[in-house]
């Protein structure tokens, strides 16, 4: 295997270390006169970026004359946005090349290389992707971005939210058109796909002004949101009047003509599961892989990994199951007696689904008091935990988050799927909370979107292994700071670090060996507690995401090897907390890059 990912047991009996005083190295020298040149060629850059995208804008907090649009989706507009972005990287290569830059620049420059680098490598399998599925499809993702994203502070936002609806219908019909393209092409998706994207759509339809009842979910969020502006009621009357129209005229027919064309593309669907079934599948999956890991692990490497992993985990919780009062020979008398237990679960009730979501509040409270022993560096932005919106919690993840707007306009967001409650265990409430919240990805991304200092295609850009990798880190780095002290609590945070061993197993087995779904399904059921829905649900998110969920374990490898190797170099002069800032500090890196800072940091530390 290669180094990287030599990480072993011993790595992580290394444990937490308490923080020790540390002399930081002395300031930099004054940056480079090219440092400010090459800053604001990235400044140019994020703002040709963003000019061609009002979805990054709206992210982003802006509210300007785009506010109103849709990104420009079309195979065109694909091919002269990644033009633009290697006319930039020719720029900064004739220009900065040899230039005297600080060693802040340098690394924009070689993360900037790297960005455009990927996108140029993902973009010759642009034609294999999927504008609709149960992962990332347009169908729900347009209307969660209204809800969650579009905010109204005035009529003109009011209004431009009503553009929008009115945009949605040619929006989902130009997607319709690309899907059928690529479809015909022989890049459908798996047969399976398709009753999940309808079903998203007749979601969407259920509820006012589409039938009668209750207000439908775009609706109900644009009627709550002009309710709280300081207007006329004459005026609010008339904006709701202006949105109930864009969803009869707009909204309405097309996702009524999405659902006959998704009958209709399912036809077109190639046996298998794995995108071995599409043209150029294996060289797809070798691309995806390299773009999630940011590494050069081959497929059969990701197998062995998880094999061993999901071993090394598996005598874990066989020699947790005393602690947790279960008496258990072997693996699947532990299993069925978790999955069992009426305790391991919350009712499926909204008095269920609230205490559920009042146990992650309380986690998160409880970690974030204890944070400043392992952080120095903490973010600004609050976070809050929602449930999934009702319209799209039966095909969307059981868990992810939404980092905060830079303004502070919008709170980092942890989202919880509590659609079906047996795939939310209540033993699992701790790790899931803190791989999504504190200390994962809203401390990690809410700090990159407040630095100072680096370019933000730097703050808000992304690599799959360091920000999965980090949340996957945190799981861990909860219990060396006292958490878990509940032995099922414990048994949860091993059961999730086993499902991600197991999407190596998995992933590599579906796009690289030729598994079907029942097959990984059955992996699934053979070696973890969870049900088969909870199941079925994560087989079906690594079919259509080739690669992703490769990333978290493969990262967090990396992270707990680098963290030994700089205790041992440095002895009582490590530091937690030193440690950390140098992970977070630097915004989303590649793991090589990632090393790279560990080493200097460690090296740069001694007398």
Same mark, same amino acid.
């Given at each position: 295997m290669p180094r990287i990912f030599l990480a072993t047991v011993s790595l992580l009996a290394l444990g937490f270390a /308490?923080?020790?005083?540390? #002399?930081?190295?002395?300031?930099?020298? $004054?940056?480079?006169?090219? @440092?400010? !040149?090459? =800053?604001? %060629?990235?400044?140019?850059?994020?703002?040709?970026?963003?000019?061609?995208?009002?979805?990054?804008?709206?992210?982003?907090?802006?509210?300007?004359?785009?506010?109103?649009?849709?990104?420009?989706?079309?195979?065109?507009? /694909?091919?002269?946005?990644? #033009?633009?972005?290697?006319?930039?990287? $020719?720029?900064?290569?004739? @220009?900065? !090349?040899? =230039?005297? %830059?600080?060693?802040?620049?340098?690394?924009?420059?070689?993360?900037?290389?790297?960005?455009?680098?990927?996108?140029?490598?993902?973009?010759?399998?642009?034609?294999?992707g999927l504008p609709f599925d149960q992962m990332n499809g347009a169908q729900t993702g347009l209307p969660a971005f209204l809800i969650n994203i579009h905010r109204i502070d005035s009529v003109a936002d009011a209004e431009a939210y009503v553009a929008r609806l009115q945009g949605l219908g040619p929006q989902i019909d130009a997607l319709i058109a690309i899907a059928d393209q690529r479809a015909k092409a022989g890049a459908a998706a798996p047969e399976w796909v398709y009753p999940h994207v309808i079903n998203d759509a007749r979601s969407l339809l259920k509820g006012a002004p589409f039938e009668a009842g209750a207000d439908s979910s775009l609706l109900a969020d644009f009627k709550s949101k002009v309710g709280k502006l300081a207007i006329a009621d004459s005026e609010k009357a008339r904006l709701v009047l202006a949105a109930d129209a864009a969803l009869k005229e707009s909204v309405g027919p097309a996702y009524r003509r999405l659902i006959p064309a998704m009958q209709a593309q399912q036809k077109l669907a190639r046996p298998g599961d794995g995108v071995g079934r599409l043209p150029d599948g294996a060289s797809y999956y070798a691309e995806r892989l390299q773009f999630h890991t940011t590494t050069a692990i081959t497929p059969d490497e990701v197998h062995a990994l998880g094999l061993a992993e999901v071993a090394r985990i598996q005598a874990e919780m066989l020699a947790l199951a005393p602690k947790m009062g279960i008496k258990a020979k072997d693996l699947t008398g532990l299993f069925a007696a978790v999955r069992d237990n009426p305790m391991s679960f919350y009712p499926d009730s909204d008095e269920g689904r609230a205490a559920y979501l009042a146990h992650a509040q309380a986690s998160l409270d409880a970690m974030s008091a204890k944070l400043p022993s392992a952080f120095t560096t903490l973010p600004k932005a609050p976070l809050v935990v929602k449930r999934v919106e009702a319209f799209r919690e039966k095909s969307a993840g059981k868990a992810f988050y939404q980092r905060p707007a830079p303004d502070g306009s919008r709170p980092g967001t942890y989202y919880a799927n509590l659609y079906n409650m047996r795939e939310m265990p209540r033993y699992e409430v701790d790790a899931l909370a803190f791989h999504e919240g504190l200390p994962g990805h809203h401390l990690q991304l809410a700090i990159a979107t407040e630095l100072k200092g680096i370019p933000d295609f730097r703050k808000f850009g992304g690599f799959t292994a360091y920000s999965e990798g980090w949340g996957l880190y945190t799981e861990l780095l909860a219990k060396e700071m006292g958490f878990y002290t509940d032995p099922w609590q414990d048994f949860g945070r091993l059961k999730m670090d086993l499902w991600r061993a197991i999407r190596l197993v998995v992933d590599s087995g579906m796009h690289h060996k030729g598994w079907s779904r029942e097959q990984a399904i059955q992996y699934h059921l053979d070696n973890t507690p969870s049900d088969r829905e909870e199941i079925v649900r994560a087989v079906e998110r690594y079919a259509v995401y080739p690669g992703q969920a490769t990333a978290y374990t493969i990262g967090k490898l990396e992270i707990l090897k680098l963290r030994a190797e700089a205790r041992l170099a440095m002895g009582d002069r490590f530091d937690i907390r030193g440690f950390h800032d140098v992970i977070l500090k630097s915004g989303a890196v590649p793991l090589d890059v990632l090393a790279e800072n560990v080493r200097a940091w460690s090296e740069g530390a001694k007398p």
């Open positions: /308490a923080p020790v005083a540390f #002399a930081q190295p002395a300031a930099a020298v $004054a940056p480079a006169p090219a @440092d400010a !040149a090459l =800053a604001a %060629l990235f400044a140019r850059y994020d703002k040709a970026t963003l000019d061609r995208s009002p979805a990054a804008k709206a992210f982003r907090g802006i509210k300007d004359a785009d506010y109103a649009r849709w990104d420009d989706v079309s195979d065109a507009a /694909a091919a002269a946005n990644l #033009a633009e972005d290697e006319r930039f990287l $020719a720029e900064m290569r004739r @220009d900065f !090349a040899e =230039a005297p %830059l600080s060693e802040t620049s340098r690394i924009s420059y070689r993360l900037f290389e790297k960005m455009v680098e990927r996108r140029a490598a993902a973009a010759k399998y642009r034609q294999l």
